[in-house]
């Protein structure tokens, strides 16, 4: 699939950035090796800075699949890479 807007929100006080990185959340449907695809974000490339931070959840089948953290690596000429995912573990043993 394809970046979704409606998946990314801010997480904070992104007006207030400056030199502290943003936090984001996002939320798709897309495995991680597919949203850390250098280009994945260039839709949303004037939001993002290098450093920021985006916790990221998949979802299937109206259930949490996967979740991890991204950080912006690079955002030049519109082109946004974020960093291969560090996977948080996701589980629920009740």
Do not use: C, E
Request: proline share 1%; no cysteine; aromatic share 8%.
């Amino acid at each position: 699939m394809a970046y979704d807007s409606a998946g990314l929100n801010s997480a904070g006080a992104q007006s207030k950035a400056g030199n502290a990185p943003a936090l984001w959340t996002y939320t798709t449907t897309d495995a991680a090796a597919t949203v850390d695809t250098s280009g994945y974000f260039n839709s949303a490339a004037s939001l993002f800075n290098i450093g920021d931070i985006i916790f990221r959840v998949t979802t299937s089948s109206g259930s949490v699949s996967t979740a991890g953290i991204h950080v912006v690596m690079t955002n030049a000429s519109g082109v946004v890479n974020v960093s291969d995912v560090t996977a948080l573990t996701v589980t629920n043993t009740d």
